[in-house]
């Protein structure tokens, strides 16, 4: 072996050793450490299904399992084996954990617990009962403007207070999200807004419609990244039209390309409080309540649909804009059922029809369901493919 694969083996040899004594002293310790006679018992938490069939970076509800019948709803995300290859994986992991757990606000899905078990790395967050903002748009053509803008204002209050939090030595953490979009929005049944995501950014990259500027050109991120992801998620959320101009410039500052230009969390927050103000009818947490409430669709809803769409062709009888709002509602129950795979093949039959019809528009909106549809089944990079389609079919 030559000097230099000495050196290399040597070093690797080391991190795998400082690796697996990390692994030893982050084991869990406690006289109620072990959830035994549950079937799927993982430490102290029952899952749903066994614990070697979560994929690395997905999470499934869980239960914590205490004394007494004690029990809380929780999501448990899956870091990776304890294998060498995936140190660094975990160590960021692990890094991004401990300072999500700083956190502690209305606003905010905590980051409840690290550990590993049976040599599986993962991170416990808070479960939020209810729908994201993400699935809510699934289902609905947009909502009013003083909900959406209610909504952002609660976020932007989970993010002034993140990016204002210091250590005990009384510096900046200068914590950033990250990966800020409408499936990390949660409306709880309670008329709650809360960000998740904080400590689990390691899971997935953003996606490409909420990426801010300066991340995509590889520069360094703070806070006001945060900020353009949620001037995307306005633009998302928004209509076209009646908004007041006020919400409307606001907007447009956060989404400006150069970071400097932009408002902080706090600037942003404050101006969405004097927007809602002018509201002619205030938004209550009941109605966010409400919007959580609403029931994703039935597979069933979406199978007698596709049915329909696979026996329509174009004649004297089928109207192509009739074919064309079927496959748009087809993508949205899709998005919000969270069946990925399923919907993304119908998306690329409807592009055709739209591109073969000269409708733009239609084509641009199933190009982004496409995109959306993908990033539910994890296939990242084909999603950014299908959303530059979809701009290029708006310019």
């Known amino acids: 072996m030559s000097t230099f694969g000495m050196q290399d083996h040597t070093a690797h040899t080391l991190e795998h050793i400082r690796f697996r004594r990390k692994c ?3 084991r869990i310790v406690s006289e109620h450490a072990e959830v035994p006679g549950f079937e799927n018992a993982f430490g102290r938490y029952r899952l749903s299904q066994r614990p070697t069939e979560i994929e690395p970076g997905n999470a499934q509800v869980a239960k914590l399992v205490g004394m007494d019948g004690f029990e809380k709803r929780v999501m448990i995300w899956r870091v990776s084996g304890t294998q060498p290859w995936g140190a660094q994986l975990i160590e960021a992991a692990m890094r991004e954990a401990k300072q999500g757990a700083s956190l502690s606000h209305a606003n905010v899905a905590q980051v409840l617990d690290l550990g590993i078990v049976d040599g599986i790395c993962f991170v416990a967050t808070e479960h939020v009962s209810g729908r994201t903002l993400g699935e809510v748009l699934g289902t609905r ?10 909504i952002a204002r609660e976020v932007a209050a989970a993010l002034s207070y993140a990016h204002g939090r210091r250590a005990p030595s009384g510096a900046l953490l200068r914590l950033v999200h990250g990966r800020l979009a409408p499936s990390h929005i949660a409306l709880s049944s309670a008329g709650d807004v809360k960000v998740t995501g904080f400590g689990t950014s390691w899971v997935a990259p953003p996606l490409e419609e909420y990426r801010s500027p300066e991340d ?8 006001r990244a945060d ?3 949620l001037g995307a998620v306005l633009r998302k959320c928004l209509p076209q039209s009646g908004l007041p101009a006020a919400l409307r410039d606001l907007m447009e500052w956060a989404l400006q390309p150069y970071p400097e230009c932009r408002p902080t969390a706090v600037e942003l927050r ?13 938004v209550s947490p009941r109605e966010i309540a409400e919007l959580s409430a609403a029931s994703p669709p039935s597979i069933g809803a979406i199978e007698r649909l596709e049915q329909a769409l696979d026996s329509m062709t174009l004649g004297p009888v089928t109207h192509a804009r009739t074919m064309l709002r079927l496959y748009d509602r087809f993508g949205q129950l899709c998005v919000a059922a969270h069946v990925g795979a399923r919907g993304a093949t119908h998306m690329t039959r409807a592009l055709d029809l739209a591109d073969g019809l000269g409708h733009d528009d239609y084509a641009a909106r199933f190009c982004s369901l496409r995109a959306e549809l993908l990033a539910q089944a994890n296939r990242t990079d084909e999603s950014r493919d299908w959303l530059e389609r979809a701009a290029a079919f708006r310019r």
């Open 24 to 26: 030893e002293a982050l």
């Open 141 to 150: 053509q947009g909502l009013r403007w003083p909900v959406t803008a209610y």
């Open 216 to 223: 995509a050109r590889g520069e360094p991120v703070d806070g």
């Open 227 to 229: 900020v353009f992801a």
């Open 270 to 282: 404050r101006e969405l409080i004097q927007i809602l103000h002018a509201a002619a009818r205030p």
